[in-house]
């Protein structure tokens, strides 16, 4: 018999919203704080800060053996790069995961960007897989809020991947379902699996969050015991929202519009519990 997971009251859903605006507004400190020079632990205090001042706790730090608030991973690292004094150079691929608690209900987000001040083709690379990550979780996005079974939100993310080149995604770390923790049932996958999953439900609350490579998808885990990297050095990118579906249609809990602007191009329109 298949695992059940919680289901999510409108009204749970909306303290949700509150966790997840807070994980947004840390990311976007974040963002406007990446530039050559700055260091990876530099923008990890930024966001503690964020979201301390928000009321909230840096949920990754509730993570056992994990002490900060972002995983900061670059380049050929993938997922879970531990913050440091690296120094960001112009061009490098720099991906930012983060989260936040508030009265006990979670957000989980992340995105990719080039560090700016290179024009070089590689970086316009970089800056062209970051696109097409992104725009793969917004077609799982749109999916998840149609879908009846939830490998349709897999589905949806292969399928815009594979079309616009030879990507690699990863296979072992896959998206949550996400509420009172971070990390929940049902498990998220970026790809076509032979399982369609759960039903989908009103009340659903997932954190989509497709990882692709440049190259092959196959990764090993650094001596730090955290950090993804790829076995073929090739770079990596990682796009995340935490979503949900509720009782009036589907609303993206981390970004600030609700997912008004991105999921436009589907033709769906988000709906707040506002």
């Avoid at 399928?159 to 690699?168: F, M, S």
Wanted: proline share 5%; with cysteine.
């Amino acid at each position: 018999m298949r695992k059940r997971f919680e289901l999510k009251t409108d009204d749970d859903i909306r303290k949700m919203r509150v966790a997840g605006l807070l994980t947004a507004k840390a990311l976007g400190a974040v963002r406007a704080a990446i530039k050559p020079g700055v260091t990876t632990l530099e923008l990890d205090q930024i966001a503690e800060q964020t979201i301390r001042d928000g009321g909230g706790i840096p949920n990754f730090q509730l993570v056992p053996g994990y002490y900060h608030t972002v995983c900061a991973s670059v380049n050929n690292a993938v997922v879970h790069g531990i913050p440091s004094n690296r120094a960001l150079e112009p061009g490098d691929l720099v991906s930012i995961d983060c989260g936040a608690e508030v009265d006990g209900w979670n957000g989980d987000s992340a995105f990719s960007m080039v560090v700016p001040g290179d024009n070089s083709e590689l970086a316009k690379q970089r800056q062209i897989q970051s696109d097409v990550c992104e725009g793969s979780l917004w077609a799982g996005i749109a999916a998840f809020a149609s879908a009846k079974r939830l490998n349709e939100v897999g589905i949806a993310i292969e399928k815009h991947v594979l079309e616009r080149g030879p990507y690699g995604i990863l296979r072992e770390y896959i998206g949550h379902g996400i509420g009172r923790t971070m990390h929940e049932d049902p498990a998220v996958f970026n790809y076509r699996t032979r399982d369609a999953g759960p039903r989908v439900e009103n009340g659903m609350c997932i954190a989509i969050e497709p990882m692709i490579t440049a190259g092959d998808q196959a990764t090993f885990i650094q001596d730090d015991d955290w950090t993804v990297e790829t076995m073929d050095g090739s770079d990596g990118a990682h796009w995340e929202h935490s979503v949900a579906r509720h009782s009036k249609g589907i609303w993206v809990l981390t970004e600030p519009d609700g997912g008004e602007e991105k999921l436009a191009p589907f033709g769906i329109t988000p709906i707040s519990l506002d």
